[in-house]
């Protein structure tokens, strides 16, 4: 390989890893009491019995001052692809392309806008380190500090861990349907 071209070829690597690095910005809150908030980058993957595999993987950033939240999901460059909204009994799916999407839950609107599930619902106590309210979590195991760790609760398995202040940095959270596996990797940023 010339040097030209192996020069271009390592330009052209270096951009890619720097773009795997970006990370969505913060979503500005109100700075209510009680506000939470997270950033970092997900990998959903979906297996098929067939063998066949899909993946997609990019940035999120997490708001939610406890009568609402906000999800934005971005592509690995740091482009917002899509925006959830939700409160209670309502959700909304704003997408780049100037598409909106509603519903009253907000797993069901995601799945129908890329083809997947993602617990968002769960995600609102998942990411504070808690157990939803309902439906009850089953095969609860819990850490020295009692913190939960490993979980089954509305068809996810869940597995939390390096916990900070504000709960776990990294979520492994796994959905086995009748055609396919649904893997969903979380890792926040550090606070």
């Known amino acids: ?19 795997a690095c970006v990370t969505p910005a913060r979503i500005a809150g109100n700075g209510s009491q009680g506000e939470f908030s ?3 980058r997900f990998a959903l993957t979906v ?10 993987q990019g940035g999120f950033s997490w708001l939610d ?14 482009a917002t692809q ?3 909204e939700g409160r209670p009994g309502a959700a909304v799916l704003n997408k780049s ?15 129908d806008a890329i083809g997947s599930r993602i617990p968002v619902s769960g995600l609102r106590d998942w990411l504070r380190g808690r157990l939803a309210p309902t439906p009850a979590p089953a095969n609860v195991q819990r850490d ?28 492994v959270l796994e959905r086995r349907e009748p055609d396919r596996r649904i893997v969903l990797r979380l890792v926040v940023n550090p606070s």
Do not use: H
């Open 144 to 171: 020295e500090s009692q913190r939960p760790v490993a979980f089954d609760q509305g068809g996810w398995q869940a597995r939390l861990s390096r916990y900070d202040a504000q709960g776990p940095q990294v979520l």
């Open 97 to 111: 392309d100037g598409t909106r999407l509603q519903a009253s839950d907000p797993d069901g609107l995601v799945e």
């Open 1 to 19: 390989m010339s040097l030209l071209r192996w020069r271009a070829a390592f330009a052209v690597a270096l951009c890619l890893v720097l773009a």
């Open 82 to 84: 899509a925006r959830v």
């Open 47 to 56: 297996t098929n019995d067939d063998g066949k595999q899909d993946a997609v």
């Open 65 to 78: 001052d406890g009568s609402r939240y906000i999800l934005d999901l971005t592509n690995p460059l740091g």
């Open 38 to 40: 997270r950033v970092g």
